[in-house]
């Protein structure tokens, strides 16, 4: 059974920092790349970043690049999100995505609220 279980969320105040951590279990492969996603209310759902396993390359969403760093465990089949320097609008759900023969797994969310 896939499962991605995303945690590290809560209440930060503005330049504050959170790192949310996404444990994958059950896949019969290594996901070829891991992303973070965020849907604020009223918003689309859009992605953060993503890191690709095969050579570690990462990539970002304009409005985090400088502050967010996403990182991935191999050993611990995890990915983390590492956020700095948060601003108010970056409140939303954070959802972890595998992407695994080119289908995305998603895990059920965690709630970032930057609020002083």
């Known amino acids: 059974q896939v499962q991605l279980v995303e945690s590290g969320g809560g209440l930060a105040q503005p330049g504050g920092s959170l790192r949310l951590s996404c444990p994958a279990s059950?896949?019969?492969?290594?996901?070829?790349?891991m992303s973070w996603y965020r849907q604020a209310p009223g918003k689309e759902r859009e992605r953060v970043a993503t890191i690709i396993s095969t050579d570690g390359s990462t990539n970002y969403a304009d409005s985090v690049k400088g502050r967010f760093t996403i990182s991935r465990d191999n050993a611990k089949n995890t990915v983390y999100l590492q956020m700095n320097s948060l601003k108010p609008e970056d409140t939303a759900v954070y959802y972890c995505k595998a992407l695994v023969s080119g289908y995305g797994y998603w895990g059920q969310g965690t709630q970032v609220t930057v609020a002083s």
């Open positions: 059950g896949f019969t492969s290594t996901p070829y790349a």
